[in-house]
Each structure stands twice: as structure tokens, then as C-alpha cells.
């Protein structure tokens, strides 16, 4: 959805998509496949290093973990009980300004069933770690969307349609360009 607007406003747009079907997306989009965490890392790490992009908006929900020992053979079915040791996948996030200073960097940050105020202090802490110019913080409680950006110094929102969010998120991106 947010790829489709940006095409539609005129950006080049490359995206970078995992294990799903691409048969809605525009020809117009540059598409470079992922399976795994570490080929999504490498891929996207490779791509900001080309300096070829303005901005990069970080949108995928990756996994907070991986297994420590990945299994490499089928396991037999007939084991009633599992342990899995898992180990934290680093953010991804952390990396991108230390690859490329000069993008505008926007990322997500959600929070499921949290309140406004928790909510907005954790887009802060990422805002500050990662250096990012902007987070879509987002939460849900039941089935209820409700979104802000949050940039360094200044709160918009908040949103209850992902549409609306998105096309918010265009017009900072497009004001932080247009400010370097």
C-alpha cells in the first residue's frame, strides 16, 4: 500500500519483500526477494551502502528472535515435547545511518495494547538510538488501529486508518527531503 502511493506520486521505489506472493504489486516497483532474517539484513545493508537512495522506510515486522541452533534435518514426529533456546536477532534499524548518514531514515515501532503515552516513549527511545527521523509508533487493542509520527520534535496524530497514516508518513518524508 505505502509502496503504491510513493509510485503513484512519482518516486522510484525499490521494495524488499519476504516469503509472500507479489501479484498485486506495481511493474513499476524494483522487487528484491528475502526468505531469511540474515538475507533481508544483507540485502537491504547492501542496497543503502549504493547511495543510491533518499529515504528508506522500515516497515517489516521481522522476528525479535531466531533459534540459537537451527535445525538442519527434519525432526521426527513423533517427539511429544520441544525446547527451543532462542537468541535475539539484532535490529536492523541500529545499522542503517552507520551505512548511509545522509537518508532519511523512517521506521515502525509497534506496541500492542499499550496506552498513548507508553507508546510515544518508546518511538522516542527508538528515534534516539537509531537516529531516525521519524516512527510510525502504532498499537492495537482489540481490533481497534491507532497510529502517530513521531519525528524529534513533533507528535502527529493520531490515526485510526492505515490509509491516512500513510499518506501523513508520505507528507513528513516529502518535508524532510525537501529540508536537506
Known amino acids: 500500500?505505502?509502496?503504491?502511493?510513493?509510485?503513484?506520486?512519482?518516486?522510484?521505489?525499490?521494495?524488499?519483500?519476504?516469503?509472500?506472493?507479489?501479484?498485486?504489486?506495481?511493474?513499476?516497483?524494483?522487487?528484491?526477494?528475502?526468505?531469511?532474517?540474515?538475507?533481508?539484513?544483507?540485502?537491504?545493508?547492501?542496497?543503502?551502502?549504493?547511495?543510491?537512495?533518499?529515504?528508506?522506510?522500515?516497515?517489516?515486522?521481522?522476528?525479535d528472535y531466531r533459534l540459537k541452533r537451527p535445525l538442519v534435518s527434519k525432526v521426527c514426529s513423533d517427539k511429544k515435547n520441544w525446547r527451543l533456546d532462542l537468541v535475539p536477532n539484532e535490529k536492523i534499524i541500529d545499522g542503517v545511518k552507520r551505512a548511509d548518514r545522509s537518508l532519511v531514515l523512517a521506521g515502525f515501532k509497534y506496541e500492542p495494547g499499550v496506552d498513548r503515552t507508553r507508546l510515544l516513549k518508546e518511538a522516542k527511545k527508538l528515534i534516539k538510538r537509531t537516529e531516525a527521523?521519524?516512527?510510525?509508533?502504532?498499537?492495537?487493542?482489540?481490533?481497534?488501529?491507532?497510529?502517530?509520527l513521531v519525528s524529534k520534535d513533533k507528535v502527529s496524530g493520531p490515526w485510526t486508518?492505515?490509509?491516512?497514516?500513510?499518506?501523513?508518513?508520505?507528507?513528513?518524508?516529502?518535508?524532510a527531503l525537501c529540508r536537506d
Do not use: H, W
Open 1 to 63: 500500500m505505502l509502496a503504491e502511493k510513493l509510485i503513484r506520486l512519482g518516486a522510484k521505489v525499490t521494495l524488499l519483500l519476504g516469503p509472500v506472493s507479489a501479484c498485486c504489486i506495481s511493474k513499476k516497483i524494483r522487487l528484491i526477494r528475502f526468505r531469511f532474517f540474515d538475507e533481508l539484513k544483507k540485502r537491504l545493508i547492501c542496497e543503502v551502502k549504493t547511495g543510491k537512495y533518499d529515504c528508506l522506510i522500515l516497515s517489516a515486522a521481522v522476528s
Open 133 to 148: 527521523d521519524m516512527i510510525v509508533a502504532n498499537t492495537a487493542r482489540g481490533r481497534r488501529y491507532c497510529a502517530y
Open 161 to 175: 486508518g492505515k490509509d491516512i497514516m500513510a499518506e501523513s508518513l508520505i507528507r513528513q518524508i516529502g518535508a
